[in-house]
């Protein structure tokens, strides 16, 4: 069965800096997408940026980006030059080939400090 | 904005009640998703429907039924609610009926308070 884990329940970040969320998966099937999602106090849920299992280059959007190593099964979430805006939860999610949901992990808090 | 539109934004309603959500998707896209956000069980999958038909069943509880119209938009009912019920409910769209690539788009959610 899928699985998602994001260690971090809580995570600080100086603006300007860059920070690094965590996110392990675990599939059986070869082929899926993995997602992130950020969610701000707010509410809504919003989509940032997706992995295909099969695309050889990291993807990115804007200061978003996605270091997937395959092997070891991680697909953490980089944002560069952090800003105050950017505090909130994030959720990493997958989908398997066949699947129809999108299964998240527990999700991580970021504090962007000034 | 993702072009998910959600109705009512909060509802505030007694246990034993039944409520409807309902959920217009972005234009174009034929799949809805029901998802359920509690602080115990996280989000979690309730339903998906893809063009009126019902595609995929999740954690969805028996009290609870979902139905896409001919215009794409979609309905959640919840009945004789408990406080147990009381969430973040989430409606996404995405194009297609699923597969790895098929993005879920989200609406700004219904918060459900059931006293």
């Known amino acids: 069965a899928q699985k998602i884990t994001q260690t971090q329940p809580g995570m600080f970040v100086q603006e300007k800096e860059a920070v690094t969320l965590d996110c392990t998966y675990d599939?059986?099937?070869?082929?899926?997408?993995l997602f992130w999602y950020k969610q701000p106090s707010s509410g809504e849920m919003i989509f940032l940026i997706y992995q295909g299992s099969y695309d050889e280059q990291n993807a990115t959007e804007g200061r978003y980006s996605l270091n997937f190593q395959k092997a070891r099964k991680s697909a953490n979430l980089v944002i560069s030059a952090s800003q105050l805006g950017d505090s909130a939860m994030y959720f990493c999610a997958m989908r398997e080939w066949y699947g129809n949901k999108l299964v998240f992990g527990a999700g991580t808090i970021l504090r962007v400090k000034s | 904005d993702s072009g998910v539109t959600q109705t009512p934004k909060h509802l505030i309603t007694a246990t034993g009640q039944r409520v409807t959500l309902r959920c217009s998707p972005r234009s174009g896209d034929l799949s809805v998703y029901w998802y359920q956000q509690s602080l115990d069980q996280g989000l979690q999958f309730l339903i998906q429907?893809?063009?009126?038909?019902?595609?995929a069943k999740g954690n969805i509880l028996e009290r609870f039924s979902a139905q896409q119209f001919p215009d794409l938009h979609s309905e959640l009912n919840l009945s004789s609610l408990e406080l147990g019920d009381s969430a973040l409910y989430f409606c996404a769209s995405s194009a297609i009926a699923g597969g790895p690539t098929d993005t879920q788009y989200f609406g700004p959610g219904t918060r459900l308070t059931v006293l």
């Open positions: 429907y893809y063009n009126g038909e019902e595609r």
């Open positions: 599939t059986s099937d070869q082929s899926y997408g």
